[in-house]
């Protein structure tokens, strides 16, 4: 018997460094070894992704295929174009391949593909090794020995890992890899059904991913923007991937040892810009091009170093790494329900409006992508309003056009714009939220994104809902003058800063010095030189909100309650008075960690100055209107 044919499968792992997967294939000592990416058409149609994202992931993908050149000239990571679920077993015999080597995935679709491949691969008589890396510690192992719990805190996770075990440290890159051999591919190629297509409204070009099973010219090559039918100028983005990128930003970082060792999430400001004060290696955290082990202990050993007045969890950098881990094995025991709050038993069900249409599966009911009932047109002028940043709320407009435009926010800006759109004015179900933001987002994590949409909506994770952020205070708080609002939101750029968070009440003499006028909703019949009116007043919105999560939490329904499910929710939340959804005094301004401090009785006025909105009495549009009992028109 010869020596192993290893067929090695890049995903989410798209680095050389810190690679446990890729380590087993090399300690098989193997005649011949093939990096390999396939495209999984469950992510190039299924799953949202704007351009910035599609760009950030072609980065990572060559430049670790000129990083397997440099290591061996004959080869590069080889990208072939079919369903891993019919493509692997074709190449296991055009290929003649002994060995299967991947990193376990977490995703609740992955892991269901990922055991249908190794059903595909022990038929042929090809052995699978698997290796756990995505994370600081293996999630499945996490969940046995939390019995089968989710993750729900950073402590729980914390004493659950001590159980597991220390956290691995990293191991190095290789030095050498083994020769590719002939690679034939004049099987049949399976096209994918590419209908529905989430992604249709970004292709601009002819979509020809799949035109040829080894690419337009034959050799393997990185897909392009425009083979996947995307235009190059729709990659906006300025941050560039790839794991040399990511260790270099990692040396830059440790670099600074006082920034690294005291770092705290909380103290860094989500104004701050060119640069940000954050690392921004989630994305490629999110890729695999940077290993979270090694980002860890790099951290942790400064830590011990600097000893005294260094930062410790939740607030360090090895904080937010044990974020990331808690949410990945929360997922990993939920499953599927998950992203969603029908049938997740840990997710609160709050009746907010534009909730998300279902569909029945094998797997149960399941929220449908990007789909939802407009139970109320003014929320749902609200959502197109909130995502397309013209809220008349400055900081949260300016943020939303820098998440558009490049793909990222800093993780406090993440929670002012999630607060706002939930239980802090617009009560928009935040399934809604996090759509844009998968779609948007190019360090898009479906674990963290649910995640931290349930805790920015006190459905999970966190219940403090009378902590609020204002999107007056808040900002601020990190930007007195108000030049991220001036870089984002252009027609504001020559307000004078006493008016530059609130320009509803600034004088028509103010606003003519700055040559914009407040009119109109930023989204019908738009002119040069003018600023939308704000879309509510954000005290009474407040407050309405606040009442209605008060109901919602005395009532205590959760998302696999029969209930729910039934849609009898309605008759309790009715019989609890719901109908007058009467608003509550008090509240705070923060996010939720006491981050604002600001005075709250200053924003009271908010919305209410020289062109504040006129109240009107609420007219009924659908069943979730009762839960807004005044809307300002």
């Not at 977490?106 to 038929?123: C, N």
């Not at 939101?489 to 407040?518: H, T």
């Not at 007043?537 to 407040?542: A, H, K, N």
Request: hydrophobic content about 35%; charged content about 25%; some cysteine.
């Amino acid at each position: 018997m010869g020596k192993p044919r290893v067929l090695y499968w890049f995903r989410t792992d798209l680095r050389l460094h810190d690679s446990p997967a890729l380590k087993a294939a090399l300690d098989l000592d193997p005649a011949v070894l093939w990096p390999i990416f396939t495209w999984d058409p469950h992510y190039v149609y299924r799953v949202k992704g704007g351009v910035n994202r599609w760009q950030y992931l072609l980065d990572c993908q060559t430049n670790l295929s000129e990083s397997i050149q440099k290591l061996n000239a004959k080869s590069k990571l080889f990208v072939l174009r079919e369903a891993p679920q019919t493509l692997f077993p074709k190449l296991f015999k055009a290929w003649n391949i002994t060995h299967l080597v991947f990193e376990r995935d977490t995703d609740a679709y992955a892991k269901e593909r990922d055991k249908a491949v190794i059903v595909l691969a022990e038929k042929a008589g090809v052995r699978v090794i698997t290796r756990s890396g995505r994370t600081l510690w293996d999630s499945d192992e996490l969940v046995a020995k939390n019995g089968g719990k989710p993750t729900m805190s950073i402590t729980q996770l914390q004493a659950v890992g001590r159980k597991v075990g220390e956290i691995p440290r990293p191991i190095p890159a290789p030095t050498h890899l083994p020769d590719p051999d002939d690679m034939p591919v004049e099987f049949k190629q399976d096209k994918p059904d590419t209908d529905p297509d989430l992604n249709a409204h970004h292709r601009g070009g002819n979509d020809e991913t799949y035109d040829k099973i080894a690419g337009p010219n034959g050799d393997f090559a990185i897909a392009t923007l425009q083979e996947l039918g995307f235009s190059a100028a729709e990659a906006t983005t300025p941050h560039r991937g790839g794991e040399t990128i990511a260790l270099g930003r990692l040396e830059e970082i440790f670099s600074d040892e006082e920034y690294a060792a005291t770092f705290r999430k909380p103290k860094t400001s989500p104004a701050a810009f060119e640069p940000q004060s954050t690392t921004l290696l989630s994305p490629m955290l999110h890729f695999g091009a940077l290993s979270p082990r090694l980002f860890y202990w790099r951290a942790q050993d400064l830590v011990d170093k600097y000893g005294k007045g260094a930062s410790t969890p939740p607030e360090s950098l090895t904080g937010q790494l044990l974020f990331r881990d808690m949410y990945f094995a929360a997922q990993a025991a939920i499953g599927s329900p998950f992203v969603q709050t029908l049938n997740n038993a840990h997710c609160r069900f709050i009746p907010w409006h534009l909730p998300s249409k279902a569909e029945a599966t094998d797997a149960g009911d399941v929220a449908i992508s990007g789909e939802y009932h407009v139970d109320s047109p003014q929320a749902e002028k609200w959502f197109q309003r909130w995502k397309a940043g013209v809220t008349g709320f400055p900081f949260v407009d300016a943020l939303m056009r820098q998440l558009r435009a490049e793909g990222w926010i800093h993780h406090l800006g993440r929670h002012m714009v999630a607060c706002f759109l939930t239980r802090g004015g617009c009560y928009v179900h935040w399934e809604r939220g996090a759509d844009v933001f998968e779609e948007w987002l190019i360090d898009h994590e479906p674990a963290c994104n649910a995640g931290n949409w349930q805790w920015l909506s006190c459905t999970a994770f966190y219940s403090q809902y009378y902590r609020c952020y204002s999107p007056v205070a808040f900002g601020q708080k990190w930007d007195k003058k108000g030049e991220f609002i001036r870089k984002w939101v252009p027609e504001l750029k020559n307000l004078d800063e006493k008016f530059i968070y609130e320009p509803w009440k600034a004088s028509k003499a103010a606003l003519g010095k700055a040559s914009v006028k407040i009119e109109g909703d930023g989204l019908e019949h738009k002119r040069d030189g003018t600023y939308p009116t704000p879309m509510f007043d954000f005290s009474e919105r407040r407050s309405v909100c606040m009442a209605a999560m008060k109901r919602a939490y005395s009532i205590g329904l959760y998302g696999n309650d029969d209930k729910v499910k039934d849609g009898t929710w309605k008759e309790l939340f009715e019989k609890a008075g719901e109908t007058e959804m009467e608003g509550l005094d008090g509240g705070n301004d923060d996010d939720g960690e006491n981050a604002d401090d600001a005075d709250y009785k200053k924003e009271r006025g908010a919305g209410a100055g020289k062109h504040a909105r006129s109240q009107s009495t609420a007219t009924k549009e659908g069943p979730m209107d009762r839960f807004a009992k005044k809307l300002r028109t």
